[in-house]
């Protein structure tokens, strides 16, 4: 988070999007004003957080820490846990069944990408359905997915133009939901600058899936 105003700015403009065509929004940070969710990293942040927050995230390269997944579920509250890129959608039995030990069944999946040789991120629409079969809602992240990692690069790059594409065809797969960053001017994002959409592109992304749920 930058800073308020900027924040509060991003997420009333895209929970009106939403709220044109029917959709529901949730705000990735904190917040008073909107459903909101965040990361947590450590075990010991489940309970700091879970007063504050709809949702709780575990990270993609955290998805397999037993620890971290058993305190999240014992919060009660909904726990999203994003794939790792090295997982298959089969594999986040895994994750499930360790929240699941907890007696908490509020679990949510979310689709980052495959990585493959040279720090490329693809998305892999096998996964999507195996996953959506596992029986839980699955979430495609839509920016996050269209990123490269190249080897000796300062920050990180990608072709944001995949992300409408990715949320069309994750749509098809029977996804619940989508993710995605956000910016007014996403050259000047702090973070992810290269893959952020900008509003029109938002808006964009949203009809577009909206379109296909019609």
């Known amino acids: 988070m930058e800073d308020y105003d900027t924040c509060f700015k991003l997420a009333t403009f895209a929970e009106s999007v939403c709220k044109k065509h029917d959709l529901t929004y949730i705000f990735k940070a904190l917040s008073k004003n909107f459903h909101v969710t965040t990361d947590i990293h450590t075990p010991d942040q489940a309970n700091e957080i879970a007063e504050f927050v709809d949702i709780i995230q575990i990270p993609s390269f955290l998805s397999r820490q037993t620890d971290l997944l058993v305190e999240a579920g014992h919060t009660n509250k909904i726990i999203n846990v994003k794939k790792f890129q090295l997982l298959s959608g089969q594999d986040m039995v895994r994750p499930i069944e360790k929240i699941l030990s907890t007696k908490n069944d509020k679990i949510m999946?979310?689709?980052?990408?495959?990585?493959?040789?040279?720090?490329?991120?693809?998305?892999?629409?096998?996964?999507?359905?195996?996953?959506?079969?596992?029986?839980?809602?699955?979430?495609?992240?839509?920016?996050?997915?269209?990123?490269?990692?190249?080897?000796g690069q300062t920050c990180t790059n990608g072709r944001k133009e995949m992300a409408s594409i990715y949320a069309q065809a994750a749509t098809i797969c029977g996804v619940s939901g989508h993710f995605a960053e956000i910016y007014e001017q996403p050259e000047r994002a702090l973070c992810d600058s290269t893959t952020s959409l900008s509003f029109n592109e938002f808006e964009t992304l949203i009809s577009d899936i909206s379109n296909l749920l019609k």
């Open 109 to 151: 999946l979310t689709e980052r990408g495959t990585m493959v040789p040279y720090g490329n991120v693809i998305v892999d629409l096998r996964n999507l359905i195996d996953m959506v079969n596992l029986g839980y809602p699955v979430v495609m992240d839509c920016t996050h997915s269209c990123q490269s990692l190249d080897v």
